[in-house]
C-alpha cells in the first residue's frame, strides 16, 4: 500500500492548479492588499524617509533641504550634547529594564500563589500599567514638587524636613534621574509580570510535584526548574522592554522634560528637539536613525541567545 500511495500523493502535488484555486488566491491577496497597503505607508515609507533626511541638511521642516551626504553623521561625532543623551539613554535603558524584570518576575512569583484575595492581588499589580504613562508622569511631578509636593508634605508633618529648606526633587540631576528610574520601574513591571504569570500558568503542575518527590527545596524549584522554562517568555519580555526603554519619551518628557538642564535628556527627546523645536528634520533623522541601529543590535543579540537556548 505504500508503495502505491507515494507515487499517488506525487501525481496530486504536482498536478496544475484548477481555476477555483487560482480564483481563492486571487482573493486572499485582494483582501490582504489593504493590509500590505497600510503596512507600507506606516512601516516601510516613514523608515525610507528618515533615512533619506539623514542624509539631507538645511530648509525647515523638510521642506527646501539640500544634501549633506555624510555631514549630518560626522556632526554627531562632535556633538557632545549627542553623546550625553545616548549615555543617558543605555544607562536608562540597563537600570530600567534589570529593575523591570525583576520586580515584574517576583510580582508574577507572588501572584501565581495560591491565596485567598489572589485575584485582587493580580487586579492591584496591573493598576500601574493601566494608568497613561503621561498621566502616570504628571502625578508624580505633582507629587515630588518641592512647594506642594505630596512627598514633602509628608516630610514636614513627620518632622523630618524643615519648611524653611524643602527637597527639590526635580532640580538636581542625581534625584531627578533616580525618580525617573524609579518611575519607569513601578510602571512597568506590571506588564512584566502579566507575561510572566502567563507563562508560569502554562508550567504543568506535574513537573514541580516530580521536583517535590525527587527532594527539591522551594529554591531549587525556582532555579532549576521554574526560571529555565520561562527562558522563551523572560527573553521575549526582556527583547519588548527593552525596545521600549530605549524609545522612551512621554515618561520623561511630562515628567522632567530632560532637565534640569539636560541631565535626563534622552535620544528620544533629543530627536523631537532637534525636528519639532528646531525644525531640522535632516539631523534629527540622522539620531533617529543610530537610535534604530542601537535597538536592532540589542534585537539581534536577544534573537541569538533565544534561538541559541531553544536549540539546547
Not at 520586580?103 to 491565596?115: E, V
Not at 506642594?148 to 519648611?163: D, R, T, W
Not at 522592554?241 to 535626563?264: C, H, K, M, V, Y
Not at 525644525?279 to 536577544?302: C, E, H, K, P, R
Request: glycine share 8%.
Amino acid at each position: 500500500m505504500a508503495t502505491i500511495g507515494a507515487p499517488l500523493l506525487q501525481v496530486k502535488e504536482s498536478s496544475p492548479r484548477g481555476p477555483l484555486e487560482r480564483r481563492e488566491e486571487r482573493l486572499a491577496w485582494l483582501m490582504l492588499l489593504p493590509v500590505i497597503l497600510a503596512l507600507l505607508a506606516l512601516g516601510v515609507y516613514p523608515v525610507l524617509s528618515t533615512l533619506w533626511f539623514s542624509f539631507q541638511q538645511g530648509g525647515s521642516f523638510g521642506l527646501g533641504t539640500t544634501s549633506a551626504g555624510l555631514a549630518n553623521y560626522l556632526r554627531l561625532l562632535h556633538d557632545e550634547q549627542f553623546w550625553s543623551a545616548l549615555r543617558f539613554s543605555l544607562l536608562y535603558s540597563l537600570v530600567t529594564v534589570c529593575g523591570q524584570m525583576l520586580c515584574g518576575t517576583a510580582l508574577a512569583l507572588f501572584a501565581n500563589r495560591r491565596f485567598r484575595g489572589r485575584w485582587l492581588a493580580r487586579a492591584a499589580i496591573l493598576f500601574p500599567w493601566a494608568i497613561p504613562t503621561a498621566t502616570n508622569s504628571v502625578i508624580w511631578a505633582y507629587m515630588f514638587n518641592d512647594q506642594y509636593g505630596l512627598i514633602n508634605s509628608l516630610l514636614e508633618h513627620l518632622g523630618l524636613l524643615n519648611p524653611a529648606h524643602p527637597i527639590v526633587w526635580l532640580g538636581s540631576a542625581q534625584l531627578a534621574t533616580l525618580l525617573i528610574y524609579v518611575l519607569a520601574i513601578w510602571k512597568a513591571n506590571s506588564l512584566v509580570a502579566l507575561l510572566v504569570l502567563a507563562g508560569l500558568q502554562g508550567i504543568p503542575e506535574e513537573v514541580y510535584e516530580a521536583a517535590r518527590v525527587d527532594g527539591a527545596s522551594r529554591w531549587q524549584i525556582l532555579w532549576r526548574v521554574t526560571l529555565p522554562l520561562l527562558r522563551p517568555v523572560l527573553l521575549v519580555t526582556l527583547i519588548l522592554r527593552t525596545i521600549e526603554s530605549l524609545q522612551a519619551f512621554d515618561l520623561i518628557s511630562a515628567f522632567t522634560n530632560g532637565g534640569p538642564g539636560n541631565a535626563t535628556q534622552n535620544l528620544g527627546l533629543y530627536i523631537y528637539l532637534q525636528i519639532q523645536q528646531f525644525g531640522d528634520f535632516g539631523y534629527g533623522s540622522t539620531i533617529a536613525v543610530v537610535l534604530t541601529a542601537i535597538t536592532l543590535l540589542f534585537i539581534v543579540l536577544y534573537m541569538r541567545t533565544l534561538l541559541r537556548t531553544s536549540t539546547r
